[in-house]
């Protein structure tokens, strides 16, 4: 079995944290502590992962980036593509390069994020969020390399995170739905954490507008791209009766859904009301055009390069942005709106 930060911490019965302040040469953890998690990581074998202070103080001008998931480790989401071009702009201004990790090697050399990012010295990284976190996340959060997170919520001393506002987001998907009469509202979705995190706070909005939550129709897909939709909805629609309006958490999920329902002849929004997840381009141009929540991909992007390097340069501290979402009302969901 790997050795981990997280399994010194269970042997000594400490935090994380704890952990990572000792690797990383903080005062404010007791001579007795440290003196207990070193013998534990020197019985253990956890030497790879120790933090190497020199190493990390050259200013290597490169910043790492990392698709943080087991799952469709890819960077074709056209959501991330926006998001990490827009980075990469304003970072390269600030006099940064960008290093992209795979994640597929490492799994079978014993290597972990933490080991390559000391490798090459990068000042910061920068994660998005995946489908299944590896554990080796951690160790990177809670390391003294500076991280932001996209849609990954980070808690170590130099981490911070930026993602829309879920729950404002559900909020304004509820309120629209009811406000056009539609009471059934489904779900469209996957197994990561942001899209967990969307269906939770959906579930709370309608209960908030005093909507019963039916879960027959809450389906999820293998990620967030149009097969994965089309075989979510055909799913649903075996079930017979179908919701009167359906939330997908990805544009893609949602574009996916269409043609499914489109296959059986259904209406849009005659039949089901539909609204997507980022605004992609390809909304505008779908027929009839979808109605989504807009993410703001450019300040997104912007925002994570500009508090990495704040965090870089000790003038920032752990700290998190939640972005404000926007309701582009489209065809899918209303047919008052030609927008």
Known sequence: MKVTMNTIAKLAGVSVSTVSKILNNYNEVSEETKQKVLKIIQENGYQSSISNKSAVSKNSNLIGVIYAGKINAEFNHLFFIDVINAFKKRIGLLGYDLIFFSNEKFHHSGEDYLTRCKHFSVDGCILIS?????????DLDHSDIPCIGIDLELTGPNSGYIMTDNAKMAYKVVEHFYL??????????????????RENCLIQAMQNFGLSVNKDWFKYGSDFFETSGFV???????????????????????IGAMRALKEKR???????????????????YMDPPLST??????????????MLFDLM??????SSIMVE???????TSSTESFQ
């Open 313 to 318: 340069k000790h003038q920032l501290q752990s």
């Open 180 to 197: 056009q009469g539609y009471k059934e509202v489904g779900f469209l979705g996957t197994h990561s954490l942001i899209s967990k995190l």
């Open 266 to 284: 259904l209406a849009i929004p005659g039949d089901i009301a539909i609204i997507g997840c980022d605004d992609i381009e390809a909304c505008k």
């Open 325 to 331: 979402p926007e309701l582009m009302i489209r065809r």
């Open 232 to 254: 979510a909805m055909r799913e649903m629609m075996t079930q017979g009766h179908l919701p009167r309006a359906l939330f997908a958490a990805s544009d893609q999920l949602a």
């Open 293 to 306: 929540i807009r993410q703001d991909k450019e300040k997104i992007g912007l925002l994570a390069a500009l």
């Open 130 to 138: 995946g489908d299944e976190l590896e554990p080796c996340i951690t």
